[in-house]
């Protein structure tokens, strides 16, 4: 089984920035692509961007040019650089993995979510 866990949440006032940190421990064959997504108060949970094992990335309209991911496959981390933070990105974050087993079972995992707060 495999574990998430986030960091580097917290208060940031607008223009500012965060960077947060994902950490994968447990056994797992191989991971895949790993990504961030966010949820506010009354929204649905929504992609902000992902990264596969080979690095190729995609982003939330809304956060292009301002966020960037990144990951160490051999820490089997990933990062959200926040830049430019505004109001809006204020929700809890949550990373998610998907991964094979060691009985090449194909399953995903969530980290149990940062809460990001941007004030105005």
């Known amino acids: 089984q495999l574990q998430l866990l986030e960091s580097g949440g917290g208060l940031v006032q607008a223009g500012g920035s965060l960077r947060l940190s994902c950490v994968a421990s447990?056994?797992?064959?191989?991971?895949?692509?790993m990504g961030w997504y966010r949820q506010a108060p009354g929204n649905q949970r929504e992609l902000v961007a992902g990264?596969?094992?080979?690095?190729?990335?995609n982003y939330a309209d809304s956060v292009k040019g301002r966020f960037t991911i990144s990951r160490d496959n051999v820490k089997n981390t990933v990062y959200l650089e926040m830049n430019s933070l505004k109001p809006e990105d204020t929700a809890v974050y949550y990373c998610?993995?998907?991964?094979?087993?060691?009985?090449?079972?194909?399953?995903?995992?969530w980290g149990q979510g940062t809460l990001v707060t941007v004030s105005s």
């Open positions: 998610n993995a998907d991964y094979r087993s060691i009985r090449s079972t194909n399953l995903e995992v």
């Open positions: 447990g056994i797992a064959f191989s991971i895949g692509t």
């Open positions: 990264i596969t094992s080979g690095g190729s990335t």
